[in-house]
């Protein structure tokens, strides 16, 4: 389950969408599924660019499931259908957030040599099977360079995954705008609260969720190095002895704050933390702690 | 630091920026081309009231009226003027050149309008008569040369032959 206050048109903007005439124009469905949840979240259509949406509705289901696959299970699929029936044939702009357990990401070191596109996707391509292994033979790559002479963030999800929720999705005629991995939202978060705030743009940007933590580390704005890290109830403790490992290997690491969603965040998580400096991320309109599920329910 | 934008639904349409420019820079094309066409809109008016402006500024054209000429002064001067082109100097050296035994001229009658000749001589004996005629035969501008008549005749006391020619003038 993922630990994310959502804000539409900051952590999803409408450029971001290859619909976005739709994000202009039609509420926005929501759909974040993950191994043991799947969400539904309803938003308002946003009249002008930027403007606050309101939430409309939020529906959890909460699955019990052990281990974790590359795809989601049967029960999760079923789960998406009972979900998208009510909204089969409407108008929606439509955002998937995948959990990060699908998704693998590399920041792969710049290279100065390689210049075409075809030898760019043969070098990520290389990095994700070295990285992954034979697993990322069928994955779908995206990359974001960085400016000249730095890191490209390269991130990859199963093809087999996203054909399969286009064929869902499809069923209901309904279009996706966005797939995406969820900690793609907590980054621009994040990267909102720094503009916003105008702080350096530095720092471990976490994605929180039941069973995993994404950390990503920025430094003068070129992002470092990127982990995923499997962890259990007592997260923060496991995220502290990872900070202070990095803090061994890299010192210059060591100063750096620990942006966090509010949603991730515990009544104890900064002490736990201490001495890193949290920085919570939270939503800058009305959705934040309001937006939790209206119904929930838990299949066995 | 730009957003990340790491979407996995591939597609073909343009951004909402890129279409933004795309479509300012149409506008703008258009507005270019209602400009151009106003400009050569007015261009051609202008062309047009600057042709006028010549026209009226121009030298008006003389109106050119046939002469009013009177038919008989037409015709004085049409036959002043064949006159003057007729050739009495070629006929005069012709009718020399021919005369190489000795005649006497009685009369010569040229008619320039009808192109003929009408002459009468007198000639001593009857063969210098036809060997005069032979050389006006033989004359450029003579042609059709008739005997029309000879006879004999006296002139004071001499015995002398009188011969009637015509002939075609060519010239």
């Known amino acids: 389950m993922l630990h994310h206050y959502p804000e539409p048109g900051v952590d999803c903007g409408v450029s971001d969408s290859s619909r976005w005439w739709q994000a202009l124009s039609a509420p926005e469905l929501r759909l974040v599924i993950a191994d043991d949840a799947i969400e539904c979240l309803l938003f308002d259509r946003a009249w002008l660019p930027g403007k606050r949406v309101a939430l409309r509705s939020h529906h959890r289901e909460v699955f019990v499931v052990e281990g974790q696959e590359i795809l989601p299970p049967e029960t999760v699929w079923q789960c998406l259908h009972t979900m998208l029936a009510p909204l089969a044939g409407q108008r929606w702009h439509v955002v998937i957030v995948l959990s990060n357990q699908y998704a693998r990401w590399l920041v792969l070191p710049w290279q100065a040599e390689i210049l075409s596109q075809a030898d760019k996707t043969a070098y990520y391509r290389h990095g994700l099977q070295q990285a992954f292994g034979a697993d990322a033979h069928d994955w779908q790559l995206r990359a974001q360079g960085g400016a000249y002479g730095q890191p490209t963030l390269l991130n990859a999800l199963p093809l087999a995954l996203i054909n399969r929720l286009q064929a869902v999705l499809q069923t209901y005629h309904l279009a996706p705008g966005v797939i995406t991995s969820a900690w793609t939202l907590t980054a621009n978060q994040s990267l909102q609260l720094m503009r916003q705030q105008r702080l350096p743009q530095a720092g471990w940007i976490i994605c929180r969720e039941s069973g995993s933590l994404t950390m990503a580390c920025l430094m003068q704005g070129h992002w470092q190095q990127m982990r995923q890290i499997a962890v259990d109830a007592h997260w923060a403790h496991t995220l502290k002895q990872c900070l202070l490992r990095e803090q061994v290997m890299y010192p210059d690491r060591a100063a750096l704050p620990v942006f966090l969603s509010q949603a991730a965040l515990g009544a104890d998580t900064r002490q736990m933390l201490s001495p890193f400096q949290v920085v919570e991320v939270q939503p800058s309109g009305r959705l934040g702690a309001s937006s939790q599920p209206m119904w929930q329910s838990e299949v066995a | ?171």
């Not at chain 2, 009231?49 to 001067?77: C, F, G, K, M, N």
Request: hydrophobic share 50%.
């Open chain 2, 1 to 171: 630091m730009q957003r990340l934008k790491f979407n996995h639904v591939a597609s073909r349409v343009p951004g909402p920026f890129a279409l933004l420019i795309g479509g300012g820079l149409l506008i703008f094309l258009a507005v270019l081309i209602a400009i151009y066409d106003q400009l050569a809109h007015e261009n051609a008016a202008l062309q047009q009231q600057w042709q006028r402006r010549q026209t009226l500024l121009a030298p008006q054209p003389s109106i050119s009226h046939q002469p009013v000429v009177d038919q008989a002064l037409a015709a004085e001067w049409l036959a002043a003027q064949q006159a003057l082109n007729t050739p009495w100097l070629a006929l005069l050296q012709d009718l020399e050149q021919a005369q190489q035994v000795p005649v006497y001229w009685l009369q010569l009658a040229p008619d320039a309008k009808r192109q003929h000749l009408r002459m009468t001589v007198l000639a001593q004996r009857r063969q210098q008569g036809w060997a005069w005629l032979d050389q006006l035969k033989k004359q450029p501008s003579l042609t059709n040369v008739k005997l029309n008549a000879s006879e004999a005749t006296e002139v004071n006391g001499l015995r002398m032959t009188t011969l009637q020619l015509e002939a075609a003038w060519t010239f």
